[in-house]
């Protein structure tokens, strides 16, 4: 099951970073880890000086409610600190900054999905 839920996490990443890229955002990291958390993408919005911290939820089913519902305060607190360290570490001092959540939920018929991106999500 956990190999599995890889699989669905990393195909989700994919096709978030293909959507934002095709909006102009450019990607600076995926997957950045430090020993506080991981961020799954970090982008420079296009034309403006924010740089958003985006957590992407893939899943193949509401049932258990929306994808974003299961972002925790635990982990937006970790998504948050590990964001003050690539601040710190890449001095992006004067940049804004935001958080997005994009969620995916998978069609089990098909390749069909459905996306969509929360700006300002906390």
């Known amino acids: 099951m956990v190999g599995y839920n890889k699989k669905i996490g990393t195909h989700g990443e994919n096709l978030a970073q293909s959507y934002l890229e095709k909006l102009g ?3 600076l990291a995926n997957n950045f ?8 993408i970090i982008t420079l919005f296009p034309n403006t000086n924010y ?16 994808p974003c519902e299961s972002i925790t ?10 964001a003050e360290f690539y601040i710190m570490k890449n001095k992006l001092y004067n940049y804004n ?3 997005d959540v994009i969620e995916i ?3 089990n ?6 996306l ?7």
């Open 97 to 99: 900054f935001r958080f």
């Open 73 to 82: 305060y635990k982990k937006i607190l970790n998504l948050r600190h590990t």
């Open 116 to 122: 969509e991106h929360i700006k300002n999500a906390f």
């Open 105 to 107: 939920i998978f069609n």
């Open 25 to 27: 955002y450019k990607i």
């Open 51 to 66: 740089i958003c911290f985006v957590e992407v939820k893939s899943r193949f089913t509401s049932v258990y409610g929306r």
């Open 109 to 114: 018929n098909n390749t069909d999905y459905l």
């Open 33 to 40: 880890r430090c020993k506080v958390g991981e961020i799954d």
